[in-house]
């Protein structure tokens, strides 16, 4: 059974810099991608970011330039390097896995049980 477990949200405060992890059980293909999608209270849930196995990344307009998204694949670990941060990224984040993944659109798999990250003075 495939697990995904999140780590390191918390509250932020404007400008301010975290970084979430996920964490990977359970058997699953070698092509693979892992995400972080995030949900605000009242909003759609968005895509923030993507990560193939082979280390192809694709971000959100909104967090271009101040997110980073990367991944140790011996440990099959995710990370999420959310800088520069602002009240609107505020929102509960998950992590995802779609495995196996060969290309084109998105759609995962397995998804985390979510961690809050608050951004706020």
């Known amino acids: 059974q495939v697990q995904l477990v999140e780590s390191g949200g918390g509250l932020v405060q404007p400008g301010g810099s975290l970084r979430l992890s996920c964490a990977q059980s359970g058997s699953i293909f070698e092509i693979n991608a892992m995400g972080w999608y995030r949900q605000a209270p009242g909003k759609q849930r968005e895509l923030v970011a993507t990560?193939?196995?082979?280390?192809?990344?694709n971000y959100a307009d909104s967090v271009k330039d101040r997110f980073t998204i990367s991944r140790d694949n011996a440990k099959i670990t995710a990370y999420l390097q959310m800088n520069s941060l602002k009240p609107e990224d505020t929102a509960v984040y998950y992590c995802?896995?779609?495995?196996?993944?060969?290309?084109?659109?998105?759609?995962?798999?397995?998804w985390g049980q979510g961690t809050q990250v608050t951004v706020s003075s």
């Open positions: 995802t896995l779609q495995s196996p993944y060969t290309g084109g659109t998105y759609y995962p798999d397995y």
């Open positions: 990560i193939t196995s082979g280390g192809s990344t």
